[in-house]
Every structure is written in C-alpha cells, then in structure tokens.
C-alpha cells in the first residue's frame, strides 16, 4: 500500500517546504531583511540578490522567508483557534439539541450571513492591528463555519446505532461524545481545517494589503504585496513571487488536506 | 419446455472491467411465455446483475465478456440504445427491492404513473387516467383518485412496492424482472405484495423473473428455479426436484440453513421474572408545526411482558406494531410514558448502573452499530470498561476469550468493522454484548441483514452461547422461521398491543388471533428428509 498519494506527496513537499523555509528564517536569511539600501533599489532578480531587492532595496528573498514565519504563526494559530472553538460549540450543539441547539445556531447563523473579511475588519478595529489581532479575529470569523460542520457531522452520527450501543454499555454522555462521536468527525474536521489554514494566510494578506494587518516594516507576503503594487510596471517580481508563495502554499495545503483525510479514515486505508 | 421460449440467455458472462474478475461465469437458462422462474442466491452469487444484463443496465464497471440474450428473437446485446428504451419498460418490466429509493420522491405517483404509458403508448390523457385509477384500484391502493396527487412518503413501504407494481404492469409487459421485490418489508405485507404479483401477472399473461435469496418464497410460487453461488449456476430444474433432491452440495447447504424448529425446553417459571416490564405505555411526540404542537402518537398502549431466567422469548409482528419500541423501552434508549420495569424484582431506576451491567443489546444492522474508527479488541474490551472488579490485564483477555467464543480469532483483533463481512461484524456486536456475562439480553432483529448461510451459522452461535451463559433474552424478529428455531415462548404483537402470548409450540400449532394465522402463514414448515432436501408446507391462513 502506497503510504501517500502522488498528490499527497505533492502537497507535503510544498508544506514542508514552507515550514523549513520559516524556521531557518529565525537563525538566518541571505540578507538583514529590514537593512535598508538606497544604491541597491528595485534590483532585479540577479546573482546578489536572488529574488531582487524593493523600493528601499531590501532583499526579497529574506523578507520572503521572515514572511512565511508569519503565514505560519497566524494561518496555524487562526485554525487552531477556530477548530477547538468550532469543534467544541458544534458538538455542544449537535449533541444537546433542542433549546440550546437552536439559540446556539442561531448566533452562528447570524455570525455566517456576515461576510467574514468583514467581520475579521470589524473586530480587527477593537483588537488592534497586529500579529494577535489579527489571529483573534480571523479564528473568531472561521468558528461559525466550523461549529455549523460539526454539528451537521454529530446530528448525523448520533443517530448511528453505535451510539445507542454505548448508551446502552452504560457510557456517560460525555465519554460517548468524545470517544465515540469526536473521532468521526475528525474527517470533516481536517478538510476544513486545512482548507481553513488557507484561507486564513489569504485573508492575513488581504488584511495586510488593505493596511489592517501586520503593520510594516514586518514583511508579510501580503503587506509585500500590497507595497509592490505600485511598482508592478518597473518591479514586477515585488508582486509575482510574494504572489507565488502565497498560491503554492494553499496548493500543497489544499492537496495535504485530501490526502490526510484518506488516511485519517480507516475505511479508506487498504482500499487502494 | 417445448413452447417457444419468451427469454433465452446463453452462455452469459460477466466481468469487473478494470480488475477482469469473472462475475457471472457462463449463465444460461429460458423463461417461457407467461412462465415464473425463480433465481435463487446470496449475496455475490452474480444473480442481480445477472438479471441486469438483461435490459442492458449493467453498472459501467462491469463488461460483458461472452454470452447472448435472445428476448421474442432478438439479441438484447446487440440492440441500440434507442431500441432498448423503447423495449425496457414496455416490454420488460422491471420491479427493484427498495421501495424507497424506486419512486422519485419529488414526483406525484401519478404523474410517476403516466410518464411510463405517455412514453410507451399512445392513449390520450383521460384514457391514461381511467388506466391508472383501474390499475391503483386493482393493487389496493384504497383512494385511487387521492393517490394520484400523493407523493411517495405519504405511503408505507408495502403500500409503494404495490404503487410500483402498477406502474409496471400498466404498460402489461411481456416479462417482469422482480429483483428481491419484497425483502425490505415484513412477512405478512411481502406475502401480500407477492400474491397480487402473481395474481397481476397470471392475469396479462406476463412471464416473471423473480430473484430472491428466500428460497422458499421462491420455492412458492416459481415452477422451475436456478440456484446460483458464485457467479455460476450450480443447479437447475424443477422446483420441486430442486427442493427434495438437492444434487449440489452448495444447494443442500442452502436447504440445511433454513431455520428449523429446535427441541422445547422446560424453563423454570416458578421463581420472580429476571425482566418484569408493567404496562408500558410509550407516547412517541407529534410532529411539531409552526404554532402548535400535535397529538402525541402512542406506540405502546399498556404493554407487560415477563422474561425468566434462562428464557428466551421472542418478541413478533409487522413493521408498526411496536415490537421495537417496546425493546428499545427495555433497553433504556426510549422513555416510558407510564408503567414500570423491573429488574430481578425491583425497579430498575433504584440502580440503573447495576442494571446497565447486566442489561445488554444486539442491534439489527451490523453496519452502523460498530463504531468504524474502533478496532474490534477495542469495540468488546469498551463494553468491559464499566465492569467492577477487574483490572485491565484481565479485561484484555477476557476481551480475546470472547472474541474466540464467537468464533474470531486473535488475528481479527487488530481489525476494522469495515474489513469485516456482516455475518463477521454481527460475531463482534455479539461478543460485545454477552463480555459483560448480562443477565439478560435484548436481540432486535439481530439476523435478519444476514444472508441465509450466514444466518443459520450466527443463530446457531447464539444458541450456542445462550445455551452456555443462560442469560435470557428478549429475541425481537418479525421473520417467524428464526423465531421458530430460537424461542421458548412466543408474544405476538400489533398496534402496540400484544394480542397473544404462549409457549412456542402452542403458538406455531394452534394460533387463536387471526394476525398469528397471518403470520404464520407466510413461512413454511419445512419437512427434511433423508437426501438432504425438504418439503416447504405452508400454513394456511384460515
């Protein structure tokens, strides 16, 4: 039995790729990234600096590295924060039904008519635009649609026979719960989970694009983006490669994700 | 045979396209006009998609390899597409096992009903409705013009099955293809869906094929029947031979899994009930709509049943009659409304943990009750968690006896449910069950997914079993041959109600409800004899 699909293999290049990019970041980059050098401005990509420098002549290729530290901290965090929160409200809700699932849902559901960058927009005013902020807010805006997955997962499990069984052994309410129901919904949970993880290194781009995120001169591939827009026409690798990192990133993420759910299913092991 | 053959399949196989595994292994056999011919296998044996090359509704993975079907001398094989639409349906007719996915829930029955006539014939729009409403009337169907403008969940599954069977026979096709038309419903509406079959089809003269793992329903109304396993035809030829002079071992294993009355049994009744349960009345709550709540629904009205020591008391009766409900109330998973349930004498609310210990359940399909992401050590050493007195070391391998006991191995341990088969998954719900070594044991319907070997060979483990722990236990079933095999005592049940109890031999001898008659007579005796085979007698209903 192959371990990986060729796909899975794919994807977990990329995030490997990513996660060795970010920690080698933090003992070392090819240049100081925020030393600025004014006779080194917009140098295309050439044998000193391997991916060009920007307005103010620092390396991009640093600056790309101490920005994927930051995609790293804030795409994990964000998930981290909207699975546990998510999980937690969707089976709380899915397993209690009646009155406590109905005014649960109902908070959720008006939470995800709102649109979530907005959302992220508003709270990031109260939190206050930065690193944490930004964590806080997007795991806030991702929750509603994690609980509202979880507890179509739970409705549809707790009517399973095997859940009767253990009710019948004589398994409190919770141990079924987390013995019985948690585990099977661990598939949905980690393809939203990493397709969440996208989102949010996305969503902390467009943030930082707009001016709301991570504040400059702290590189993040999308506060790089932005600053590279009005440089397209001269510089275009200001734009292209924070671009690039950005969409191969969510492709090894997107195709991890499909592989770890097959694995994480035991029915889906020694099927191929 | 020497009439000319309606249907004549020659030498027919079938394989998996992809892996080129042989599915059906040269298959031959000839329906004459207006004949019934049974096909008789379990699950694998080839036989649905035997019968689904016949009207060129072959899943696409499969590939036919060799072989023709020659229906009224054409080869179906070698028809168009166009050809085979307008031949399925008007000239075929085909009728599947599950009412409920056959109808498209979306679609009024009567326009269901006349898409097949407005298709196939050239009737104007009230000629098909005076068709359809005749039609209905002849299934059953009790408000024909009603129906029309009902849809599909309006009708129980017996009352759907009937629904499909017009929509079939309006067209009065020349051969019908009945893929297990009746396995999904209980014993007395299967008896009834069958006989207006049959009685539908003498009428237009329409020949039927009739596909079924049940061999003596087969046996009942077909003349002439093929026994398949694996792909192959392993016997053919007259009913009744087949039946009494079984040649293929596989076709006697098959007659010798037919459940059979076991030997009576004294149970000592003397001392208190092990499970006493007073006048169960259980109010299911009615559906809910935006400004008020509607009436409850009772499905048990004052209900008491005594289970002794060592007994084993099966619980019968159609689908509805609260059988379920009532061993569901038992088991602790639905509330009672009013009376009480004792346990060894007292109220089992004094010590739900004690009675949790000793009560325990088998449920009915083998594919939902294991929870998938366990292994099977894991699935019965869970059960032992609860129990006192007993350290870890000796849970484990009192986790592995168990296994043993039903007949799994150390090597099945490690195992998921899915790699399981179900006759094997339903060995882990029954070691899963009896570990705790419970009192008492409630068995809803615990064979009736199991295909006819397998069934005899888990019955016979939980007779075994029973036989060994004596725990005693609630046997809730609605097919009576099980029953007939198991049971000391026999309580029939109706709109939650029961309307007559008695030791088993009195009840399967001399009914006194008209229900039981019914009951009873949809299964038959069965008479083994020295060759191995059997003779089916069938109860009358009167």
Known sequence: MKFFSLNGLIGGVLIAALLIVAATSLFWTPFDPMKLSFTARLAAPGAQHLLGTDEFGRDVLSRLMIGAQASVWIGGLTVGLAVIAGTLIGLISGYARGVIDGVIMAINNALLAFPGILLALGLLAVFGANQYGIIFALGIAYTPSMARVVRGAVLSLREREFIEASRVMGNGEIYTMLRHILPNCLAPITVLATSMFGWAILSESALSFLGLGVPPPAPTWGNMLAAGRPFLEQAVWLGLFPGLCIALTLLGINLLGDALRDRLDPRMRGLK | MTQEKLLSVKNL????????????????????????????????SGKSLATRALVSLLPPVIRQTAGEIIFKGRDVTAMSEKDLRSMRGAEIGLVFQEPMTSLNPS?????????????????????????ILAMLHRVGIRDPEGALTAYPHEFSGGMRQRIMLASVMLLKPALLIADEPTTALDAVVQRDVMELMVELTQAEGTAVVLISHDLPMVARYTSRIV?????RI???????????????PYTRRLLSSLPIRGAARTIETASAPVVSARNIVVDYPGRKSLLKKGAPKRALHGVSIDIHAGEVVALVGGSGSGKTTLGRTIAGLVRESGGEILFEGRRRDIDWQDYRLNCQMVFQDPYSSLDPRMTILSLVEEALRLVPGIDRAAKRKRAYETLEEVGLGADYALRYPHELSGGQRQRVAIARAIARRPRFLIADEPVSALDVTVRAQVLTLFSDLQKRYGFSCLFISHDLGVVEQVADRVVVMQDGRIIEEGDRDTIFDTPKQAYTRRLLSAIPALDLNETGGVRLKWRLET
């Open chain 2, 227 to 231: 026994v398949m396993e694996k792909g």
């Open chain 2, 13 to 44: 196989s079938l394989e998996i396209a992809r892996r080129s595994a042989t599915v059906v292994n040269d298959v031959s056999f000839d329906v004459a006009p207006g004949e019934i011919f049974g096909i008789v296998g379990e699950s694998g």
């Open chain 2, 234 to 248: 392993v016997e053919a030829g007259s009913t009744e031979d087949i039946l009494e002079r079984p040649q293929h």
């Open chain 2, 107 to 131: 679609m009024t029955i009567g326009r269901q009903l006349e898409e097949g006539l407005a298709l196939h014939s050239r009737a104007t729009q009230d000629e098909r409705r005076t068709k």
